[in-house]
Every structure is written in C-alpha cells, then in structure tokens.
Nanobody, 121 residues
Framework: QVQVVESGGGLVQAGGSLRLSCAASGSIFSIYAMGWYRQAPGKQRELVATSTSGGSTNYADSVKGRFTISRDDAKKTVYLQMNSLKPEDTAVYYC???????????????WGQGTQVTVSS
C-alpha cells in the first residue's frame, strides 16, 4: 500500500519561516507529480504549489516569491519552504502525490492527512 506522510507544521509568527516535508512510501512504480494544497477556515481548498517529474513547478499567485517547492526523487519526498509567512497563510496544508503502483494499473492521487500551519500576528 501507499502512504503519504507529512511533517513540519506548527505555529510561527508573521514574517517567520517553516518547512513542510512529505514522503511517499510503499510499492510505487512511478510518480508523476507531487504538490501541496491548503484550506483555510471559510475558504475553498486551493492549490499552493506543484512539482512534476519533468521538473516543472507551479505556484499560486498568493505565495509566489515566498514559497518554494522542491523534490528529492530518490527519497520520494517533496518539500515546501515557506518564508515571509503572513496570517493569511494560516490553513491546513495537504500533500498530494500523483502516481502509479504498477506499469499497467491506473494512476491515482494519494493525499496526506493534513498538517496545521498557524501564523500569528
């Protein structure tokens, strides 16, 4: 089975930094992309950043220039470095992995459990 395990959430003051980590484990044939979503109270879930197997990255306008997504293919791990944090960044952050467990089986999207990030003013 596949597991997506997150770490790094917590409480930080405005202007500070946090680094989130997410590792996919289990029987994995190929990973197409990994990324991060977030959902704040009273708001829709939104895409924060993605990283594809081809090396492309994508960011939400609200975090561009402050957040950086990176990937370690050998460890099947994705990171989200969050700098210059604002209270508006407070949300539950979810890690996703788009992957196949075999060559012939369909691909699927796996989600982490979510980790709370709280930015105080």
């Amino acid at each position: 089975q596949v597991q997506v395990v997150e770490s790094g959430g917590g409480l930080v003051q405005a202007g500070g930094s946090l680094r989130l980590s997410c590792a996919a484990s289990g029987s994995i044939f190929s990973i197409y992309a990994m990324g991060w979503y977030r959902q704040a109270p009273g708001k829709q879930r939104e895409l924060v950043a993605t990283s594809t197997s081809g090396g492309s990255t994508n960011y939400a306008d609200s975090v561009k220039g402050r957040f950086t997504i990176s990937r370690d293919d050998a460890k099947k791990t994705v990171y989200l470095q969050m700098n210059s944090l604002k209270p508006e960044d407070t949300a539950v952050y979810y890690c996703t992995a788009d992957l196949k467990v075999s060559r012939i089986w369909p691909s699927n999207t796996y989600w982490g459990q979510g980790t709370q990030v709280t930015v105080s003013s």
